[in-house]
Structure formats: C-alpha cells, structure tokens
DNA sequence: GGCTTAATTAACTGATCAGTTAATAGCGCG
DNA sequence: CGCGCTATTAACTGATCAGTTAATTAAGCC
C-alpha cells in the first residue's frame, strides 16, 4: 500500500518500459505468440497502457520491427573496404544480435509473401551493398563474372546463420551460438573464408615461385590464413 | 446424400491423408499457428480422427518433423565427393525442399535451447559430415588448419538461406527464392564458391603460367567457373 | 441377420487472449 | 482548492481453439 501511494506518472517512461519488454517478447515468440499481457508484466506496467500508448498489439510490433532495422541500418556502411572484413563486421556487428536475428527470422516466417516494414528503405541498403561489392570487383579483388547479389545473399547467410538455427549450431558443434568461444571462432573462420575469395592474385603470385615442391603451396595458404588472429576485436 | 451413402472406412488412408494436410499447415504457420480444424480441413476428415489417430496435436508435429529429418537424411551421404558437388548438392537436396527449410526454421525458433527430436540420430549424421570433410582436408582439396566443423555450418548456411529469410531474397534479389532461375542461378553459385574454396592447387598451376600479364589470371577464373553450367541437373 | 468392435461424425467444454469499458487518480493551471 | 485532462488501474467481453464426450455407423465374424 505504501508503495502504490507514491505512483508517478511518466507516459514517455511507460512507452520506454514496453518498447524494452516488448522488443524481449516479441523476439522471443514472434507477433502470435507473444502475449499482451505478458509484455504489460514484464514492462510492469497495466495493460490497458499498451492499447493507449501504442495502438492495436499489431502496431507496437510494427513499431518494434522498424526500430531494430534503423538499429543495424548502419551496418553496411560502416563495413570496411576489404571482403573479409566486411564480412567479420556483418557477422559481429548484426550477426551476434539475437534480437535483431529473431526478428528478421520471425518476419520471415510469418510473412508469407506479403510486404515488409521499411521495404524501400532497406532495399536502398541492399543495393549500396552490392555496389560496394561492384566497387571490389572493379579493382579486382573480386573476381569477374561473379553474381554480385548472390555473393551478398551468402555474406548475410553465413553472418546470421548460426543464430537464426541454433539448434542445429548446438547439433554440430556442440556450443550455443552465444557462446563467446563460438562468436571468436566463427569470426576468425569468416575472416579466413572472405581472405580466400577476395585474395587469389596474391596467392597465387607467392605459390608460384615454389611450384616445384606441390606441398608448400598447402603450406603458404595456411600462412596467409595466420593474419586472421586479430586481438581485441572480440572482447 | 448420395454421396455420403458410400462412406468408406481405412484408417490407413485417413492417417495418410491426415499427414499430408499436417505437413503442410505445420510448414506453414508452425506448431502453435496451425489448426487441428485447419489440418482436418485440409484432410477432409472429421477432426476427431486426428486425435484417434495421433493423440495430442504435439504428437502429430513431431511425427511430421521426424518424418522429414529421416526423409533428408540420406542427403549427407549421397552428396558428391568433391567439395563443390557436394555443396550445390546439399542446397539442390535440403536447400530448395521448402517443408523441410521451414519446419527446420520452426523447430529454430520455438525450440528456446529446449531438446530437439532425432538427436542422437542427427549427430551422428552431422558428425558423418564433418568426416567426409577431414578426407578431404587430408587429401589436400581443403587446406589444413580451416575448422570443419564451421565450414560444415557455412555450408549448411548457404544452402538453406534463401528459403530460411525469402523476405530479404525478394529485398536483395527481387526475384523469389522458389524461382527456378534464383535456383540455378544459386546453384551456380555455389559451384563456384565451392571450386574457389577447394581448387586453389590447380588454379595456381595454371595462372603460375601466364603472370607475365597480371590480368589474365582473373579471365582464368572466369573460365574455371564456367564448368557449372552443368544442364539438366534442373529442371 | 445379429452382435461386437472400431472408424467416423457432431456437438460440447473450459481455458486463453486481444481488445473494450468503466472507474480512479495524478498533475498542472487558474 | 476546484476543475479539466490524461495517465493509469481493474474488470469485462466475445471469439478462438485444443481437447473431450456422445452418438452413429461401417465392417467383419458367427
């Protein structure tokens, strides 16, 4: 009773409150599974609050889904000019964001065909990415002939991958994908993977003053993997 | 009347029938988004032999799901011996079978690190996996010191992607991923990735031979890709 | 044909859940 | 202090949905 007589008022803390506990619902669950009630409990905050402070259930998810995409909006043009880093940075930087993961996952899901929040804006993303690659392909450091959208497409696949199946990352590897073990190591095998696309010209001009011995090859390609240990980029 | 007068009783075509209708209202909308009145909808059974014949709702999913996984498990084992064969394999086997993608995404997203169905026998097959990768490290195709069990995850990654997230394929690509041109296309590529990843002692051979004329290498790649166009492997 | 069993149909039930209605009370202003 | 507005609380409502109960009837056997 002595706590309930000193009730403050503060609609925009309200609507922070549920946005908070609804963006952790709704990356739990998805639209259809998380419960008003539920994200009023967490929020703690009454449920009548989140009729009056956003709307129908459906307009606070809108809102949730537009939030998190201007979050990580950023993440390509703040992607470095090499491949590989390019690559590391997609994985770290929106790869390792469970939330943001979630919700592109259940969006995914639960889309069925129909049109996406923000469409024309991310699709503007998109296409800067993929001139970036362009960019890339220009000075050679990515091949030519190769389909630059698809190339894009395997970039997000392999950054976001582990979160969207953990199941099966658990499966196979036996580590949560969360792990911070499992985040190092992925990176590092990410920076080696965008290293051997991007840098054949040269490789292939250091292998080929040892050609004569076929096994040194082998054994450069592993040296030009080492410079992938790179310290205080993963806490 | 008339043609409810020749009802016929098999409860093996009734369970048959039941399956059918369930895999496909599972695939799409999930565990808890599907309907027992939808499936039997579907089926164009009376909904009480869904219980008759499966007991609770949750045991019919996980028929279905185990039901897939044991369909897609020979896909491992039939996959070429060469590294890109067997990732355009993994992706025309597993990557394009909309039902098997979607429940595996399901089972993903609800799952909340909670035990999965099959496990053992799923290990055991990704453990298969990661074996038939160590051969072909040991044989040189895959160079020493790249994790396997994160290459398997990034092939794994690659080949259920565009059906795991068709919203940004349409985003990025503009085309759906059901499309068997986005298909071919991606097996293609996939091919390439897969060559570009493995085939590094032979493409240093022959570049080694024309790098008097440092352009001339990347036209060699562009012709090393072109064995992909391999017809008729889609329809 | 009659009986028994099980496959099938139809209706019912209690719990859940987004949204709604009614009431209360904090806050600022005159 | 009173008033008006709005932020907040509490309870209600009608629709949905998995599962259950009751009844019917097809099929096989004697």
Redesign the interface.
């Known amino acids: 009773m002595t706590g309930r007589r000193t009730l403050v008022r503060n609609l925009n803390r309200t609507r922070e409150k549920i946005l908070a506990a609804a963006l952790a619902e709704f990356s739990?669950r998805?639209f259809?599974?998380a419960r008003v009630d539920a994200i009023a409990g967490r929020a703690r905050v009454n449920k009548r609050m989140l009729y009056y402070c956003f709307g129908a259930k459906q307009d606070l998810y809108r809102e949730i889904l537009r939030r998190k995409i201007a979050e990580r909006a950023g993440l390509i043009e703040s992607a470095p000019d090499d491949f590989a880093g390019a690559l590391a940075h997609i994985y770290l930087g929106g790869g390792t964001d469970i939330d943001f993961v979630?919700l592109?996952?259940?969006?995914?899901?639960d889309?069925?065909?129909k049109k996406?929040i923000a469409?024309a804006e991310?699709?503007a993303l998109?296409e800067k990415a993929?001139a970036r690659l362009r960019v890339l392909q220009r000075r050679?450091s990515i091949?030519?002939?190769?389909?630059l959208?698809?190339?894009?497409?395997?970039m997000?696949?392999?950054a976001?991958?582990?979160l969207?199946?953990?199941?099966?990352?658990?499966?196979?590897?036996g580590m949560e994908p969360t792990d911070p073990r499992f985040m190092r190591?992925?990176a590092?095998?990410l920076r080696?993977?965008g290293d051997?696309?991007e840098k054949?010209?040269e490789?292939?001009?250091i292998?080929?003053r040892r050609?004569r011995n076929?096994v040194a090859?082998?054994q450069t390609?592993?040296h030009r993997?080492r410079p992938f240990k790179k310290p205080g980029q993963l806490a």
């Open positions: 739990a998805g259809a599974g979630r592109m996952e259940w969006e995914a899901i889309s069925g065909g996406c469409e991310r699709r998109f993929v050679g091949p030519h002939g190769v389909n959208t698809q190339l894009f497409i395997s997000l696949s392999l976001m991958f582990p969207v199946m953990p199941q099966l990352i658990r499966l196979i590897h190591q992925r590092k095998f080696w993977l051997r696309l054949t010209t490789t292939v001009r292998k080929s050609r076929p090859p082998s390609a592993v993997g």
